[in-house]
């Protein structure tokens, strides 16, 4: 069983920064692809970016590439997501999520283990 608890959310003005966390417990990390999801108040989950199990690989959703960066440490079994130039559009409850997967994807069913959440709340 994995266990992920995302954390670093908040209230942050239009154009700040904030970067989430994403700790994982599990045995062996690096066996995981990550994803970042978000969800905004009546609108459907929607992918935002994807790390491969050691970071080779990345893809971004167009919304918020150049803005958006994920990376990881697999010696911390941390995932993260660094987020700049922040839109009011940016506003929702954001999820990381984990598959064994190989080939990753941007589906958020593809993925089998998923975080409680994390606010970010952006303001004009």
């Known amino acids: 069983q994995v266990q992920l608890v995302e954390s670093g959310g908040g209230l942050v003005q239009a154009g700040g920064s904030l970067r989430l966390s994403c700790a994982a417990s599990v045995r062996t990390f690096s066996n995981y692809g990550m994803g970042w999801f978000r969800q905004a108040p009546g609108k459907e989950r929607e992918f935002v970016a994807l790390?491969?199990?050691?970071?080779?690989?990345?893809d971004y959703a167009d919304s918020v590439k150049g803005r958006l960066t994920v990376s990881r440490d697999n010696a911390k079994n941390t995932v993260y997501l660094q987020m700049n130039s922040l839109k009011p559009e940016d506003t929702a409850v954001y999820y990381c999520?984990?598959?064994?997967?190989?080939?990753?994807?941007?589906?958020?069913?593809?993925?089998?283990?998923w975080g409680q959440g994390t606010q970010v709340t952006v303001s004009p």
């Open positions: 999520a984990a598959t064994t997967a190989v080939l990753l994807t941007r589906r958020s069913y593809d993925y089998d283990y």
């Open positions: 790390l491969s199990q050691y970071g080779r690989t990345t």
